[in-house]
């Protein structure tokens, strides 16, 4: 059972609908096209992508029981080659020169050949966190080959309504001006 009470009731009045959306983008019902699975795997990828420990160990309070130990290793493993290919291909989008384009990354990505989750639940990971990192190239790629796997727009619109409510939570968390007592 997934329980956004502590969370909920550390949210200031001034962000009142990110509580309330919360509550909803984490339902089956507020997240169409996800799997209760899906929808948990993802906010915890975008509660780590959050890099802070107080803020993950909420999201991870939360859960509780509610994924397995290969959704919490996905979620991490996502968050944190996220956080590193994020970077760089934001580099190469932003850089305008297509040299680098045809250049290796040099950069390893063994996780994606086995994320210990089926390929559609880690991209739909990799999408929301990507989001969150303000990488198009990424988010472009995701959305491709999810699309690609017969993902629906709805669901990969899902996943990014979860990073967006978890992100935003995290920042006011993470900086709780006014919130309640």
Known sequence: ML???PIRDRIPDYAKDLS???SSVLTTQGAPGLSQEQILGTALACAYAARDASITANFEQAIGDGVTPQVRDAAR???ALMGM???YYRFLHLAGDKDYMTM???L???L???PGVSREDFELYCLAVSAINGCGLCVESHEKTLRKAGVSREAIQSAVRIGAVVHAVSGVLAHPVGAAA
Do not use: F, Q
């Open 3 to 5: 329980n956004l009470n």
């Open 85 to 87: 290919n994020n970077v």
């Open 108 to 110: 390893r990505m063994n």
């Open 104 to 106: 290796p990354a040099r």
């Open 20 to 22: 309330l959306n919360l």
């Open 112 to 114: 994606l050949r086995d």
């Open 77 to 79: 493993g996502a968050a």
